[in-house]
């Protein structure tokens, strides 16, 4: 694995992965893991933060990737390591003591990672809002829409699963309980806004 | 009436597309016209795009959880495989759960330590160079800045050597037996005629023996009788089989001060040869205001210390003790007013018996090299053995 493989450039790794080529997207996973471990091990992290920081910033590239709102003024490597290098200051600001003095060992320019992190950012805290909103929905209506919207089951294997008498009755089911998520999330969600 | 799960079923069915055309364009009209229903069907987005997005993230996260788990999977197929090559258990490999913690903890704080340890050790330098310093500048008796007159003889000794051997080529004689020739040299005179000499406490200081020798290298041993640190003075005895006593002093011992101005010299042995200088009184205090001593502008080197210092008359009048180091030409001689007191008070205290000091000055008058003529049989090396 990782040899023999075709290698792509820049453009063909945002080409491949917006089309959902999974293959592409690990290799460039493992093409630029070892940087970013080195860099949070250099800054008092352990071998794990490194994976978790480093998995939060490829997760904040494939997302602009996927909306297609991606603008890369840069190499991919550096959009990486902007945008990973400012998770880790923020980690380590939580952590204290050493919030602030970070050794650089890769040109650290302005990649506009600044922005997409705050974009991100903000997405995070919806779908903490939303993982918050399903955990207080409540059985059955949980695994129904969990099972439809975040697992792509089809209707029918819903109905099966639940052992409702036909399609219909999971429907409505179904749209009971998004009614029931939609003020469970909006209240929430609205109230973290008032802050 | 329609219930909100109504709604969000035909919200549904329009977003598949699965609407009916009039069913479709009676919808959008409304949207286009009701403002309530309008922002009921975009919550309905709002909370379907989020799920899916959010199904998406999960899914992502997975994904790459994955790939790491498939990487991390090879490393540890990649290190297990060493002892298969090796044919031997590695036991560098498998690293006990403190260890990692420390190498982790290594990685992480190693340019911290290295800091650490550097101060340190440069603090450990730091300290023991100044405590060798300081050391130094005390071993001097003197204060800073002050330079006590004695000479080290180790260097000239070299010289010495290779005289004597120069000119035991020439006789054709066997060389000598080496002699010691001392580590420290400075000058003394005569006190009384039988035997009592004076030179400078730091001198003969840390001395185990003394030698006496006059101008013909004619050695007597001594002993101290007494020594005065504070004033820089000390009292010797020759103690010698030899020794039949110095004769008559040719000089008196002053025991009021003497005037700013009054020319004054010395005679002393900073060299192997008897050194003439002289100059005048400059100052009737010493180093930092010191009343015990006189300031005089006579050149002195290393090996003047000791020295006797007569004014124009042939009256002593001090004993030569140091030099300021930084300043021109200022150099130090105890008053004879201090040696008096102090022979007075030996002499009440009967230590070593009395002493007959020299009441008549018969140098006064004569000129200076008739006075040196005359002086230069009651000048002596004192050569210090440590």
Known sequence: MGKGQPSYTDEEFVAAIRRGDDRALA?????????ISHFVLQNSGTE?????????GVMVFYEKIREGSLELSCQIKTYLYAVCRRLWLKRLAEKTRFGGRIDDHEPFLETGAEEDLMVAEERDRRFATMAEALN????????????????????????????????????????????????????SYKEEESY | MMTEADYYALFEAYRVGQLPAPARADLERRLAADPDFALRFAEFEELTGTLNAYGHRMATRRKLRAIQAEMDQ?????????????????????????????????????????????????????TLFGVELWRASVKQPSLYGYTVLRREVERIKRNQRAMNRAINQIDGTKPAEEVNQGKFSGTGFALTADGYLVTSYHVIQGADSLLIEDKNHQGYHAEPVFTDVAHDLAILRIRDRKFTGFGRLPYAFK??????????????????????NDGSLSARSGFEGDTAFYQISIPVN?????????????????????????????????????????????????????????????????????????????????????
Not at chain 1, 48 to 56: R, S, W
Not at chain 2, 85 to 106: V, Y
């Open chain 1, 27 to 35: 290799q460039l996973y493992r093409l630029h893991q070892p940087m």
């Open chain 1, 48 to 56: 794990d933060e490194a994976k978790d920081v480093y998995q939060e």
């Open chain 1, 136 to 187: 207080r929905l409540g059985e059955p209506c949980r695994s129904l829409i969990e099972g439809f919207y975040l697992l792509d089951k089809s209707m029918q294997q819903l109905t099966t699963d639940f052992g409702y008498t036909n399609a219909d009755n999971a429907k409505n089911q179904k749209y009971k309980c998004l009614v029931r998520l939609k003020k469970l999330f909006f209240t």
């Open chain 2, 74 to 126: 090879e490393q540890t197929d990649i290190a297990p495989a060493a002892p298969f090559e090796t044919q031997a258990p590695q036991p560098m490999l498998r690293i006990s759960r403190t260890e990692r913690r420390l190498r982790e903890f290594w990685s992480a704080h190693r340019a911290t330590v290295a800091v650490a340890a550097s101060v340190a050790f440069l603090a450990v330098m730091a």
């Open chain 2, 255 to 276: 025991r009021g001060q003497s005037d700013l101005g009054e020319k004054v010299y010395t005679l002393g042995y900073p060299r192997e040869d008897l050194v003439y």
């Open chain 2, 302 to 386: 290393p090996g003047n210390s000791g020295g006797p210092l007569l004014d124009d008359r042939g009256n002593l009048i001090g004993v030569v003790s140091g030099r300021q180091a930084d300043a021109q030409s200022a150099a130090f001689a105890t008053k004879s007013s201090y040696l008096m007191k102090l022979v007075d008070s030996l002499s009440a205290a009967n230590a070593g018996g009395a002493y007959r000091l020299p009441r008549t000055n018969v140098l006064a008058g004569a000129s200076r090299p008739q006075q040196l003529r005359r002086l230069q049989d009651f000048v002596f090396v004192v050569k210090v053995y440590e």
